[in-house]
């Protein structure tokens, strides 16, 4: 498509203009950030200016950390923004080239991802340079750093359809792009791969009542022990296919990716050339329990539990919800059925309370307890509705990307559904959580949700039926 003369010469006033107005907030921003001298007027009193004490073993100069000037954002075809060359799904990882978020002086004119790396936890990078405790051009060593097992290309790598929200390719960027590294680009892993052993108090009861066998591999010792090899995963987005995921337009994710972060990012604005976003959100856990090379082999069979984060349950037991208890089950099932020689997978994401976040997770659950006629199933999502504005953010479309990267095809045993199937896995057979591992005050949280649409063996209760399922009063807990 041929842009008319008119509507680019309009374009480039409005790049310009953009430019200009930058190089004026810089000018404004570089100044504020000069350090400040000063001292007490005569005759004030010490109490009504109180200064923070400064480190003076820490530099305050901004030389020493940052280019005097300040780069709030940068523009295509911008003197000297050369970004490398970057085709996602391609079939070698040469041919795709490296995601570079960094903006160490080497590569701040050759990066071709927005954000950083490292997460949600780059904040804290921040605030370790800004306190002198990492240098900022800090060039980690990876020697030794490589994965303990082969999660290794697949066909589902090179469609660009299948992987949009994490890096194939991030668990072995630092050998497949050591060349580009040893040359100054800042190219960074994104995914770890490693192997561990695990402690939970239910595998070691499970052990003792000969619910789970000590196997010496799997299950390692009378203790219950468990073997595991295992993967973090940073998400990497590649904004096209995000979009098309949630079938909206690119351009007005990348607004609304802005807006809504407070304008954290003016590059999803300025830098449509730049396909691919490093968000600040959680990440994502991989468990595996058996050997990893039967993940992506048909003929073996595969046990597998995805499961969002729920800090109150997973972490300190909270019996509101059946979080842990479902986790506690799957993490069971995937050693039964590594020892019975298939292998077993559990993928924990952070999205904590359906990624309302856990302080809109505790508002609800106020709000529950207090409501006329008391914590009821019929009116589980609606207290979280008049919070939050809508009953759940995780957003499963995503979710199934992870598996592709693992190179899953079949599921034999599973605990979740939709978007997996949606994304041309199959599965065999859907599990649910046994009755008996349901805690009491859960009843109305799993009912809730078998009655709109949750996967359960049993049937779903009507409106009436939920009215009556309640769960604990306040009053029935002593503080």
């Known amino acids: 498509m041929t ?4 509507v680019a010469q309009d374009l480039l006033s409005s790049m310009e203009a953009m430019r200009l107005d930058q190089q004026r907030l810089a000018e404004k921003v570089s100044k504020l950030l000069v350090p400040k001298t ?3 007027p005569e005759g004030s009193s010490p109490t009504t200016s109180v200064a923070p004490k400064i480190d003076s073993s820490k530099s305050s100069d901004l030389s020493t950390y940052y280019p005097q000037r300040v780069i709030l954002t940068t523009y295509p075809s911008q003197h000297g923004v050369r970004p490398e060359p970057l085709t996602w799904g391609a079939k070698d990882a040469k041919e795709r080239g490296p995601v570079i978020a960094s903006r160490h002086a080497e590569s701040i004119k050759k990066r071709n991802a927005i954000g950083a790396y490292g997460g949600s936890y780059c904040i804290y990078r921040a605030l370790a340079v800004a306190i002198g405790d990492l240098p900022n051009n800090h060039r980690p060593n ?12 697949n066909d589902q790598w090179f469609d660009p359809t299948k992987i949009v929200s994490l890096d194939p390719w991030g668990h072995l960027a630092p050998s497949v792009y050591k060349a580009e590294y040893e040359k100054g680009l800042d190219v960074r892993p994104t995914i770890a ?14 052990v003792q ?28 987005w590649y904004l096209p296919g995000v979009a098309a995921r949630f079938g909206i337009e690119e351009g007005l994710l990348r607004r609304a990716l802005f807006e809504d972060t407070g304008g954290m990012y003016p590059e999803l604005i300025t830098r449509p050339d730049l396909k691919v976003f490093l968000p600040p959100i959680g990440g994502i856990s991989v468990y595996i329990f058996g050997n990893p090379a039967y993940i992506s082999d048909t003929s073996k069979k595969l046990t597998l ?12 037991g909270s019996d509101i919800c059946t979080c842990r208890p479902y986790l506690i089950y799957g993490i069971e099932e995937c050693v039964k059925q590594a020892q019975q020689g298939g292998v077993g997978v559990i993928v924990y994401f952070r999205k904590e309370g359906r990624a309302l976040g856990e302080v809109t997770k505790y508002l609800v659950y106020n709000a529950r307890k207090r409501q006329a006629g008391g914590d009821t199933a019929d009116h589980y999502f ?9 009953k759940d953010m995780r957003f499963q479309a995503l979710m199934p990307d992870v598996l592709h990267w693992l190179g899953i095809k079949k599921i034999d045993r599973m605990m979740k559904h939709d978007a997996i199937v949606g994304s041309g ?7 649910p959580i046994p009755e008996e591992l349901i805690p009491a005050d859960s009843r109305v949280e799993i009912d809730a949700k078998i009655a709109s649409g949750y996967f359960s063996s049993g049937q779903a209760l009507t409106d009436d039926q939920l009215a009556k399922v309640k769960g604990r009063d306040w009053e029935d807990i002593e503080h």
């Open 3 to 6: 842009i008319p003369d008119d």
């Open 38 to 40: 000063s001292s007490s």
């Open 142 to 153: 990876f020697e030794m750093t490589e994965p303990t097992f082969d999660v290794l290309p």
């Open 193 to 206: 791969v490693t192997r561990a052993h695990m402690t939970m108090a239910e595998m070691e009861m499970n």
């Open 209 to 236: 009542n000969g619910n789970l066998t000590v196997d010496g591999k799997v299950v390692v010792n009378k203790r219950g022990d468990l073997a595991v090899s295992k993967a973090a995963v940073e998400p990497v």
């Open 305 to 316: 539990r995805v499961h969002d984060e729920c800090n109150g349950s997973d972490v300190f």
């Open 382 to 390: 609606l207290r979280t509705e008049c919070i939050a504005g809508v």
């Open 425 to 431: 896995i199959s599965i065999i057979e859907r599990v």
